[in-house]
């Protein structure tokens, strides 16, 4: 499951670096995925809404068993 939320993070990645941000992938445990939004993302008011419009619904969208997306 790790490859396939690392290859939906990939389709993601550029919209967030285009405004100067990034996320990583920190670990998938049990259908919850760990990520840590970086750059510009990490203190951005919108990082919420980022996180659960863009990240979370790309990675769901892509891999179905993912139950959650949280920044750590």
């Known amino acids: 499951m790790r490859e396939k939320v690392e290859a939906a993070l990939e389709l993601i990645r550029p919209s967030l ?10 670990d998938v445990e049990d259908g919850v995925v760990k ?24 990675i769901k969208s892509h891999v179905p068993e993912v139950k959650k997306v949280v920044a750590v």
């Open 17 to 26: 670096q285009m405004d100067g941000g990034d996320v990583t992938l920190v």
């Open 35 to 58: 990520v840590r939004l970086t750059g510009a993302c990490a203190g951005c008011p919108m990082s919420q809404m980022t996180l659960s419009q863009g990240v979370e619904r790309t």
